[in-house]
């Protein structure tokens, strides 16, 4: 079955970056893209970017341009997304996601809370 | 830029009424990229339709979607206790974006 599990929740001061890994499993890692989604407390659904691990294509949402970077490891089945110039508005659950609108499914990953505070 | 706007933004129903929920975009979006998802407090979300009115293998016949162009629409039946959660609609595919959402409690 399709696992993507993500790492474990990270404390950071403003200013520094953080990155979140994502480890899939159950199915071929080259053949889907993965979405980063994050979700600050008791707020919405945000979109923040997706990457096809087979070419290592990316977009981002305009709005963190410059401040993302979406990778992946095809040898370790492995996504990772580094977020840099933290701010308090970056505290949130992030998680990784499989979503294929094409044939209608998605496996999400367990999320990662990232706080950052000084 | 690409925006989605839900409403209501709260709906407040019984279980067994119909919940007529609407996600509206700044510009026409082909249908074929307009998604629906259900997420309950503490959980991720989990989508529900795709295609704008295409249901995800498993989720019950009572949900429904709809529309074209700058308008869609996410239609539950009768509602079920464990409907009462947060709606989501997003474009999906390229640059992807999220309406706020819409919740949806019991009254």
């Known amino acids: 079955q399709v696992q993507l599990v993500q790492s474990g929740a990270e404390v950071k001061k403003p200013g520094a970056s953080v990155r979140v890994s994502c480890k899939a499993s159950?199915?071929?890692?080259?053949?889907?893209?993965i979405d980063w989604v994050r979700q600050a407390p008791g707020q919405g659904l945000e979109w923040m970017g997706w990457?096809?691990?087979?070419?290592?294509?990316?977009k981002y949402a305009q709005k963190l341009q410059g401040r993302v970077t979406m990778t992946t490891d095809t040898s370790a089945s492995t996504a990772y997304m580094e977020l840099r110039s933290l701010g308090s508005d970056d505290t949130a659950v992030y998680y990784c996601?499989?979503?294929?609108?094409?044939?209608?499914?998605?496996?999400w990953g367990q999320g990662t809370l990232v706080t950052v505070s000084s | 830029e690409l925006v989605l706007t839900q409403s209501p933004g709260t709906l407040s129903l019984s279980p067994g009424e119909r919940a007529t929920l609407s996600c509206r975009a700044s510009q026409s979006v082909s249908s074929s990229y307009i998604g629906w998802y259900q997420q309950k407090p503490g959980q991720a979300p989990r989508l529900l339709i795709y295609g704008a009115s295409s249901r995800v293998t498993g989720i019950p016949d009572r949900f429904s979607g709809s529309g074209a162009g700058t308008d869609f629409t996410l239609t539950i039946r009768r509602l079920e206790p464990e409907d009462f959660a947060v709606y989501y609609c997003?474009?999906?595919?390229?640059?992807?974006?999220f309406g706020p959402g819409t919740k949806v409690e019991i009254k």
């Open positions: 159950g199915y071929s890692f080259t053949n889907y893209g």
């Open positions: 990457t096809f691990p087979q070419n290592g294509d990316t």
């Open positions: 996601a499989i979503i294929d609108g094409t044939v209608g499914f998605d496996y």
């Open positions: 997003q474009r999906y595919g390229g640059l992807s974006t």
